[in-house]
């Protein structure tokens, strides 16, 4: 069965840097899009990234192009999320989803999520 | 980037149907878009609903259906049950580039 499984979440001050991975089993993980989505405390979902199945695009929402950075390794079936230059407003649950194998079709399979706190 | 709007709450009886709608800031919402629901309760992960306008998941209630209404997307629940008490979320594709959620809809089923 399909499995995602996120890591490498915790407190950090504002200025720092993490790196989130998704560990993904139960499919071939190279055929699919991968997305990352966070949600704030209490507040809605947010789209935040996405890298294409071979890693040759990646689009990101506004507010963390030029700080985040997602990236992939096939051979490893994970996904990453470099976190720079955070803030407290990236305080979040960060989720990975999969993206349909034709891009842009649906996100279906959600991992459980990792607790990104930006704090002083 | 676009806007993605939705209502922020709805309150339905048991076994009655309720309308959720999902409108753009950039104009009328088509299939072009890709709408894709989720359901969210308390302390889980999002949970796929419906894509592409219309079609389900494998795993979806028969109960939940998608459709274009008036320049929107839609997600219509039938025979309300309890258990869908839930804030659901719509989710567009703008530019072959990039997803939008919409604020999400608390859906109250008393």
């Known amino acids: 069965q399909v499995q995602l499984v996120e890591s490498g979440g915790g407190v950090v001050q504002p200025g720092e840097s993490l790196r989130l991975s998704c560990a993904a089993s139960?499919?071939?993980?190279?055929?699919?899009?991968m997305n990352w989505v966070r949600q704030a405390p209490g507040k809605g979902l947010e789209w935040v990234a996405v890298i294409w199945y071979d890693g040759s695009n990646k689009y990101y929402t506004d507010s963390v192009k030029g700080r985040f950075t997602v990236s992939r390794d096939n051979s490893k079936n994970t996904l990453y999320l470099q976190m720079n230059s955070l803030r407290a407003e990236d305080t979040a649950v960060y989720y990975c989803?999969?993206?349909?194998?034709?891009?842009?079709?649906?996100?279906?399979?959600w991992g459980q999520g990792t607790v990104v706190n930006v704090s002083s | 980037q676009a806007v993605v709007t939705q209502e922020p709450s709805l309150t339905v009886s048991p076994g009655g149907t309720v309308t959720l709608t999902c409108s753009s800031s950039t104009g009328a919402v088509t299939s072009g878009y890709y709408p894709n629901w989720f359901q969210q309760k308390p302390g889980q992960a999002p949970k796929a609903l419906i894509y592409?306008?219309?079609t389900k998941h494998s795993w979806t209630p028969a109960r939940f259906s998608g459709s274009l209404l008036g320049g929107k997307a839609a997600l219509t629940l039938s025979g309300v049950q309890p258990e869908d008490e839930a804030v659901y979320y719509c989710l567009l594709y703008y530019s072959a580039a990039y997803w939008v959620f919409g604020g999400g809809t608390k859906l109250t089923v008393l």
């Open positions: 592409s306008t219309n």
């Open positions: 989803a999969r993206e349909g194998q034709v891009v842009g079709s649906y996100l279906d399979y």
């Open positions: 139960g499919f071939t993980f190279s055929r699919y899009g």
